[in-house]
């Protein structure tokens, strides 16, 4: 379950009812959640919480989705399917692999992108790319000078910039959908001590047995 509460429809804003309406009909997407790509919904209804976030969220993907874009839909959903998967977010990377499909990316390109740096499908263009995306998500934007090169052989000013923000803004959205249990990143956490067998094992000195 998400860690914040949920807004119901009869709670809902009219900014929210919006968005509840174009996603859910005349449901009430915190009794019966569901969307039409297989997620519960609850980005919407938590984010519902606070209306003018919401929409500030709305109008971010409808920026990035504008026809006045240099970067094509294919280069942004390439690094944005990439930003999921380094950013951990299994929300992001799994709804941006629906919209990637949709803007043209090929399967064989999807399926090796958590691996894209040894697999050969991808070309200079792609590689560009998701050689950036990897150093904005993984390195906190600590971009070497060569990716930066390579980056701007490829794609003009404009597109950077775009590429920059969409990545960066998809970002932000992978760590709230972890921070707050959203949507598919609704997830315990695994780094977890396992106990060990036997009574009196929970003060074994591991380290302590291996000795010269």
């Given at each position: ?97 629906k919209a990637a499909r949709a803007a043209g ?25 998701l050689a950036y995306t990897d150093e904005l ?56 001590e396992v106990p060990a067998p036997g009574q ?13």
């Open positions: 379950m998400p860690r914040l509460r949920q807004v119901p429809r009869a709670e809902a804003s009219p900014e929210a009812l919006k968005a509840y309406d174009r996603l859910f009909g005349d449901r009430d997407p915190v009794a019966q959640p569901g969307t039409a790509t297989g997620t519960p919904g609850n980005w919407w209804t938590v984010f519902a919480l606070v209306p003018d976030v919401l929409v500030h969220a709305q109008d971010g993907f409808a920026l990035l989705n504008s026809r006045r874009r240099t970067l094509t839909p294919y280069q942004r959903e390439l690094a944005l399917v990439r930003t999921g998967f380094a950013a951990g977010s299994q929300f992001v990377f799994s709804q941006h692999c990316v090929p399967e064989e390109k999807l399926a090796a992108i958590p691996a894209w740096g040894v697999r050969p499908v991808f070309d200079a263009v792609d590689r560009a790319i998500v993984l390195q906190d934007g600590r971009v070497q000078d060569a990716t930066f090169a390579a980056l701007r052989e490829v794609l003009t000013d404009e597109a950077i910039l775009e590429l920059t923000y969409a990545v960066a803004t998809y970002r932000m959205h992978a760590t709230i959908c972890r921070a707050l249990r959203l949507e598919y990143d609704d997830i315990d956490e695994r780094i977890v009196g094992a929970g003060a074994f000195d591991v380290m302590g047995q291996i000795q010269r």
